[in-house]
């Protein structure tokens, strides 16, 4: 082993075990800049990917460097997600851009979101982040319960639980206040 050999891997352990005690502050950072812890988990886990891949950096402060590198991380993440989102946006053809609701069924709507979040709202905690990562986040179940560091099963019984409780919080009230003939669809 030569001395360029011995200095590299000196340097990488330094690497590893600076990373290692600074992954739980990274993780954090990222996770409320964007708000998915999952998501977090699996960009600073691209962070290490990157420096571990690349010739190693000299830095003196290496700790505070990895957490300036974290948060830049989250920012580009959150600007592609908006930008994804205007380009989705941007393509939808103008054929399927949604027309003018009549003012009743707007209000509709708007009293539906209302009651939604509510029942999300009144959810348990883990089982509102839970249908949050999945339908806000996109994450599949499987990705939710190894970051929660729960069964799949557990997963989708908590899943079962939020949509139950989005769908109670909408159905049509036994005595119902509605003008004959406004039948909910």
Same mark, same amino acid.
């Given at each position: !082993? %030569? ?16 990373? @290692? #005690?600074?992954?739980?502050?990274m993780?954090?950072?990222?996770? &409320? &800049? ?5 998501? *977090? #988990?699996d ?6 990917? &990157? ?6 950096? $000299?830095?003196?402060? @290496?700790?505070?460097y @990895?957490?300036?590198?974290?948060g %830049?991380? =989250?920012?580009? /993440? ?9 380009? =989705?946006? *941007? ?10 609701? +009549?003012?009743?069924? #707007?209000l509709?709507?708007? /009293?539906?979101l209302?009651?939604?979040? #509510?029942?999300?709202?009144?959810l348990?905690?883990r ?6 990562? %999945?339908?806000? /986040? ?6 939710? +319960?190894?970051? !929660?560091q ?6 989708? $019984?908590h !899943? !079962?639980?939020? @949509?139950? *409780?989005? $769908?109670?919080?909408v159905?049509?009230?036994?005595s119902?206040t509605?003008?004959?003939g406004?039948?909910? &669809?």
């Open positions: !082993m %030569n001395e360029s050999d011995s200095d590299s891997t000196g340097g990488r352990a330094r690497f590893l075990q600076v990373f @290692l #005690a600074q992954r739980a502050r993780e954090a950072l990222v996770s &409320r &800049r964007i708000g998915c812890r999952a998501t *977090a #988990a960009l600073v886990q691209e962070l290490f990917l &990157r420096f571990w891949r690349r010739p190693e950096v $000299k830095v003196e402060a @290496l700790d505070t @990895l957490l300036r590198c974290a %830049n991380l =989250a920012i580009d /993440h959150l600007r592609s997600e908006g930008s994804r989102e205007r380009v =989705a946006e *941007a393509s939808l053809p103008l054929d399927e851009t949604p027309v003018a609701q +009549a003012p009743e069924q #707007a509709e709507v708007e /009293h539906d209302q009651c939604i979040e #509510a029942a999300l709202r009144a348990p905690e089982t509102r982040q839970i249908f949050l990562l %999945n339908r806000i /986040h996109g994450c599949k179940y499987g990705e939710i +319960a190894q970051a !929660m729960l069964s799949q099963s557990a997963v989708e $019984k !899943m !079962m639980r939020a @949509l139950e *409780a989005c $769908k109670a919080s159905a049509e009230p036994v119902s509605r003008r004959p406004s039948a909910r &669809r």
